[in-house]
Nanobody, 123 residues
Framework: QVQLVESGGGLVQAGGSLRLSCVAS????????MAWFRQALGKEREFVAA????????GYADSVKGRFTISRDNAKNTVFLQMNGLKPEDTAVYYC????????????????WGQGTQVTVSS
């Protein structure tokens, strides 16, 4: 497994942008599919975006398509989430997750998680 540390969260006004980063430990980062999930207060954790180990394949939740972009730099063991056009409903704790294996967007299938970073969008 890999250890994950997120950063980049904060408070932003609606319409603004943030870029989240997730740095992974270990030399096998390039073998992992990576994803971002989020959990708003009182709600279940939900899928946001995912990227395959090679970076060739990506997937997004309908709620963020066209606004968020996931990317990775395997040389730096880092995955990013660029968030543009933020809305108050994007307010949540954002988690980075890693999976070694087949493509999936179910949080139950991800074995490694970061501690989360808070994103708050004011109206």
């Amino acid at each position: 497994q890999v250890q994950l540390v997120e950063s980049g969260g904060g408070l932003v006004q609606a319409g603004g942008s943030l870029r989240l980063s997730c740095v992974a430990s270990g030399r096998t980062f390039s073998m992992y599919n990576m994803a971002w999930f989020r959990q708003a207060l009182g709600k279940e954790r939900e899928f946001v975006a995912a990227i395959s180990w090679s970076g060739r394949n990506t997937g997004y939740a309908d709620s963020v398509k066209g606004r968020f972009t996931i990317s990775r730099d395997n040389a730096k063991n880092t995955v990013f989430l660029q968030m543009n056009g933020l809305k108050p409903e994007d307010t949540a704790v954002y988690y980075c997750a890693a999976r070694f294996g087949t493509w999936t967007i179910s949080p139950a299938d991800f074995g490694s998680w970061g501690q989360g970073t808070q994103v708050t969008v004011s109206s």
